[in-house]
């Protein structure tokens, strides 16, 4: 059975930086693009990062372009983001979910696999 487990939420100040970790098994990991999408209150989950499965290629929403990078380590089965010049409109709970593809993901419908999400609060 898959399991997709994120960590590393946290409360921050804005401008701090943030890594997120998301450690999946149960399906080869090397053969599965990754993602990160984040949905804050009242607001629908939206896309934030994905990675392909042999890491040469990222795509990000444009609201974290510059400021968050996505990045994937295939022997330890993990997937990170890292998270610089943190908003308050960062603010959301952060999902970690495995590809049905090798290649970049943007739509939450390419992923079949979705972790429970970890809290991030940015302060002002």
């Known amino acids: 059975q898959v399991q997709v487990v994120e960590s590393g939420g946290d409360l921050v100040q804005a401008w701090g930086s943030l890594r997120l970790s998301c450690a999946a098994s149960?399906?080869?990991?090397?053969?599965?693009?990754m993602g990160w999408f984040r949905q804050a209150p009242g607001k629908e989950r939206e896309f934030v990062a994905t990675?392909?499965?042999?890491?040469?290629?990222?795509f990000y929403a444009e609201s974290v372009e510059g400021r968050f990078t996505i990045s994937r380590d295939n022997a330890k089965n993990t997937v990170y983001l890292q998270m610089n010049s943190l908003r308050p409109e960062d603010t959301a709970v952060y999902y970690c979910?495995?590809?049905?593809?090798?290649?970049?993901?943007?739509?939450?419908?390419?992923?079949?696999?979705w972790g429970q999400g970890t809290q991030v609060t940015v302060s002002s």
């Open positions: 149960g399906r080869t990991f090397s053969d599965y693009a």
């Open positions: 979910a495995m590809s049905k593809y090798k290649q970049l993901t943007i739509v939450a419908l390419g992923y079949d696999y």
């Open positions: 990675i392909n499965w042999s890491a040469e290629n990222t």
